[in-house]
């Protein structure tokens, strides 16, 4: 079992950049992919991007691809999501995701599908204004 808390948010205007931090505690962290999920009001949970137990392989959503980029450091049990160019639209609290296995799973849906994560931090606030 992992435990996940987020740290990072915060308010920022369009075109800055933002990095938001996972801390895992609990069990060996590099067993478990890692995925960040964002979820603005009124709309559903919506996946980010994901990162290997290795942290050698990652996958994004098309909205944000060439301007996220998630990554890992098991010796500090943290994974990390660097956000450039950031835009109004990406405004909504940010929640990392793990879950044991530490390999992408082949299908997009295991990948995307929240329901496929059991252990959820408690989110961070990104809010994009000008």
């Known amino acids: 079992q992992v435990q996940l808390v987020e740290s990072g948010g915060g308010l920022v205007q369009p075109g800055d950049s933002l990095t938001l931090s996972c801390v895992a505690s609990?069990?060996?962290?590099?067993?478990?992919?890692t995925a960040w999920f964002r979820q603005a009001p009124g709309k559903e949970r919506e996946f980010v991007a994901i990162i290997s137990g290795s942290g050698a392989a990652t996958f994004y959503a098309g909205s944000v691809k060439g301007r996220f980029t998630v990554s890992r450091n098991n010796v500090k049990n943290s994974v990390y999501l660097n956000m450039n160019s950031l835009k109004p639209e990406d405004t909504a609290a940010y929640y990392c995701?793990?879950?044991?296995?530490?390999?992408?799973?082949?299908?997009?849906?295991?990948?995307?599908?929240?329901?496929?994560?059991?252990?959820w931090g408690q989110g961070t606030q990104v809010t994009v204004s000008s």
């Open positions: 995701a793990a879950e044991l296995g530490g390999v992408l799973p082949p299908s997009m849906r295991s990948r995307n599908n929240p329901d496929t994560y059991h252990y």
């Open positions: 609990g069990s060996t962290f590099s067993n478990y992919r």
